[in-house]
């Protein structure tokens, strides 16, 4: 039998919101799961942005 997956948790990608905002060449991008059940909002995360090399508020794009 093969295993079933579980249909709430979906892969998402967050990225940083100042490089977008700023004409630095190249955005972080982070790949993450979420569970959409539980979790319906957009995610917001502090994460580490290696082009600013600082930690920024990374946001869920579409």
């Not at 905002?21 to 959409?36: I, L, M, W």
């Not at 539980?38 to 600082?54: M, Q």
Request: with cysteine; glycine share 4%.
């Amino acid at each position: 039998m093969a295993k079933k997956k579980p249909l709430g948790r979906t892969t998402i990608f967050v990225e940083c919101t100042t490089c977008r905002e700023s004409g630095v060449p190249g955005v972080s991008r982070y790949a993450t799961q979420k569970n959409k059940k539980n979790t319906a909002a957009r995610l917001e995360l502090s994460k580490y942005c290696r082009y600013e090399r600082k930690v920024t508020v990374h946001k869920e794009t579409k």
